[in-house]
């Protein structure tokens, strides 16, 4: 029951902001007095690199004991014992979703390793969602 679940090009399309935005941060420090520079631009580069890989590799990785969630800015996990379903939620306006995970108390947690561009009929995400319900189900 070990798998890994991605969407590759929606991560190319994150991580292709962060470097539109690492390169912004360039052109901002350029104007620092030559003995700051260095300094900016070390944190700039570590910064970049680990946003760089995070959005990389943000995933769902489903296994025996719940649902890890490895997205750009943190990992959480759920555990199939507390998980009651799996729906798909818009984020940022109508386009845009994500896994939701309800759960037996009645909280919400987003599972932000995987994205997706909401389309006119079922969405990839919505396939996700319902593959996780079911798993949930056997579990």
């Given amino acids: 029951m070990r798998e890994t679940i991605r969407i590759p090009w929606v991560a190319a399309l994150q991580v292709l902001c962060f470097q539109l935005l690492a390169l912004i941060g360039v052109g901002g420090i350029q104007g620092l007095p030559g003995v700051i520079r260095p300094w900016p631009y070390g944190a700039l580069a570590a910064g970049w690199a680990s946003l760089t890989w995070r959005t990389a590799t943000a995933r769902l990785q489903v296994s025996p004991e719940g649902i890890h969630s490895h997205g750009t800015w943190r990992t959480r996990f759920v555990s199939w014992d507390d998980l009651v379903w799996v729906r798909a939620f818009q ?37 996700i969602a319902e593959q996780l319900t079911i798993l949930a189900d056997q579990a």
């Fill in 91 to 127: 984020a940022i306006g109508p386009l845009w979703e994500f896994p939701l995970a309800i759960l037996s108390d009645g909280s919400r947690v987003p599972l932000t390793g995987v994205y997706g561009l909401r389309s006119e009929n079922e969405s990839r995400v919505d396939r």
